[in-house]
């Protein structure tokens, strides 16, 4: 019998950099690249300020400078999210929440310096850990997986001695039902005063929840210990690799290509594209002049869409677009970016200065072949722009070129921690649905206090128009205007205010600068169409997609409340 059950690895690797240099930084990520690593956790960084959030390719970093430094670096395919809720000032350890097979899992970085006088310093970072714990129970996160360089020395994890800090974990770990796992081997070397091998087994990971069946067995890994360390192998700290293994369905593959075929507005034959439409609507009302008068705003709606997606498919030519498209690329850049990728893949292989220049040199072609489009692509753009096309244009240029954080709408968490009611969202529907009801039903207006005798008098008149009993104070002709058909005149001025840069398609592949195309005959059929809606209450365009924006310099994304419709 075929087992339906298939296994996903995430490699981690933890490690005492003893000072993140600029040299350390290239060897990690080639290290990163070599091994795959999906969670890096470095201790003892010895920043002055915290690292760039992109200082490792394809991964989110968070780090923090206390306590000599610590940082946890995560694939951006896990959504990694900081959590500063759980982080305190002078304490060494930075939390991140992930989600990895529809999973949440809290993951840390820690750091305890190694003071022989007290032990202090171990309890603030194992009470900071606690509470970190307690969190995940009441935000109902399953697992939480702490990886650090403790300096705690106990037999128990295969150090040949027990130190104070090693008692002091040791209790901790009974007492709150944690498990610490540790390499077979030493994870710092070193050698002793008469020449013989010393070390120490203190880089550890503390494990809570589920996260304690996914975590398997440590291993420390010294095939790269001289790309990694300036001091090793005769005193420094050795990388402990580990996986957690997540079992899950078999499934087919999904479809990763990117592509995608859109409509090329700029090349569209505009004056038969409108001329079909007008022939098929204007068709409709002579052959059908009673059933116009009779027929639901629905059917209305779908004759002329698909007579606008009839005539789209003749008269508007496809292209096609990935999520990275430029209107500035030429085939030179593509051929220098495959040249760039290939020099930077054999400076990560094989760090030497040969490879660095080479790497370096064809950045500066790059750099200076694409500075080159972008200019003569603005140039071509603005030799036949007035003043005001000039402005919308460069509204256009900063979307397009201007860098912007990876928009995602991370895990959220529902509910007050206080009220012991809190859950972490992290499935996708939930987190939609979240979002709805925080933004479009007006559930946050429940919470806000209002002026009692104000709000009493806007009830009432609301009671009152429902009833249709709502007379104005005033009446003049002029009250109906209001009530009276919609008009082909209207609707032309509405089609002229309407803006079409930097506007998308709806859902039914209608854009908005094709309403600036419709002839007057089509414009009549919006007139009969609107009518039946005003006059019906029927709204035919029953759906629509919003997309969900992070509010900049927020410190954290768990709430609702960060991002923006």
């Given amino acids: ?38 969670i890096l956790s470095l201790q003892e960084i010895n920043c002055s300020k915290e690292l760039d959030i992109g200082i490792f390719p394809g991964m989110s970093t968070f780090s923090v400078t206390s306590d000599r430094g610590v940082s946890i670096s995560i694939s951006n395919c896990y959504t990694p999210q900081r959590l500063p809720e759980l982080e305190e000032d002078g304490v060494g350890i930075v939390f991140s929440l992930t989600n990895i097979c529809n999973q ?44 650090g360089d403790f300096n705690a ?98 499934a087919s593959p999904k479809n990763c290509d990117q592509v995608q075929k859109i409509f090329n507005y700029e090349c569209a034959d505009w004056s038969n594209w409108s001329s079909h439409i007008d ?44 999520h990275h498209s430029k209107p500035y690329w030429s085939e030179e850049l593509s051929q220098l970016s495959t040249k760039l990728r290939e020099y930077q893949d054999l400076y990560k292989f094989k760090s030497t200065i040969p490879n660095k220049l080479a790497w370096e040199k064809s950045k500066e072609e790059f750099k200076k072949a694409l500075t080159k489009e972008k200019n003569d692509w603005i140039h071509r753009k603005l030799e036949k722009l007035n003043t005001k096309e000039c402005v919308l244009f460069w509204k256009q240029y900063k979307r397009l070129f201007l860098s ?79 009530n009276s058909d919609i008009t082909l005149s209207e609707v032309i001025d509405a089609i002229k205010a309407q803006k079409t840069t930097g506007k998308s398609k709806d ?10 195309c419709l002839s007057t005959g089509s414009c009549k059929f919006l007139v009969l169409l609107f009518n039946h809606c005003f006059k019906s209450g029927i709204w035919p365009w029953t759906t629509s997609n919003i997309v969900f924006i992070k509010k900049s310099g927020k410190k954290s994304y768990l709430h609702p409340g960060s991002y923006r419709p």
């Fill in 1 to 38: 019998m075929v087992s339906n059950i298939n296994y996903k690895h995430v490699s981690i690797c933890q490690i005492n950099i003893n000072g993140l240099s600029s040299h350390s930084e290239v060897s990690l990520t080639h290290f990163i690249d070599k091994h795959d690593i999906n």
């Fill in 404 to 482: 912007s954080d990876e928009n995602f709408i991370g895990n959220l968490l529902s509910g007050e921690i206080q009220s012991n009611q809190a859950e972490i969202i992290s499935n996708n529907t939930d987190k939609e649905k979240m979002l709805f009801d925080t933004f479009l039903t007006g559930k946050h207006l429940e919470k806000e206090q209002f002026d009692e005798k104000h709000y009493s008098a806007i009830q009432n008149q609301l009671k009152d128009i429902i009833a249709e009993d709502f007379c104005a104070q005033d009446n003049h002709e002029d009250d109906d205007l209001i």
């Fill in 153 to 250: 020395r106990s037999q128990l994890w295969g150090d040949k001695t027990q130190n104070s800090r090693g008692k002091v974990l040791l209790e901790f770990s009974n007492k709150n039902n944690c498990v610490i796992s540790a390499p077979p081997t030493n994870t710092f070397v070193m050698k002793n005063s008469d020449g013989t091998a010393g070390g120490s087994v203190i880089d550890l990971s503390i494990a809570y929840g589920s996260s304690v069946q996914l975590l398997g067995n440590p291993w420390v890994d010294d095939s790269d210990v001289h790309e990694l360390f300036t001091g090793a192998p005769t005193r420094g700290h050795l990388p402990v690799m580990q996986h957690l293994v997540y079992p899950q369905q078999n």
């Fill in 279 to 322: 022939g098929i609507l204007t068709s409709y009302i002579d052959e059908n002049p009673e059933d116009c008068k009779k027929s639901p705003a629905e059917l209305l709606y779908d004759i002329f869409i698909n007579a606008v997606s009839d005539a789209s498919n003749l008269f508007i030519p496809s292209k096609y677009m990935c």
């Fill in 507 to 516: 859902g039914d592949f209608f854009h908005p600068k094709m309403l600036k």
């Fill in 104 to 147: 949440a899992l809290v993951v840390a970085s820690a750091y305890c310096t190694p003071d022989a006088a007290s032990t202090d310093g171990l309890s603030k970072l194992l009470g900071t850990i606690k509470r970190a714990w307690k969190f995940c129970q009441k935000t109902k996160i399953s697992g939480l997986i702490v990886f």
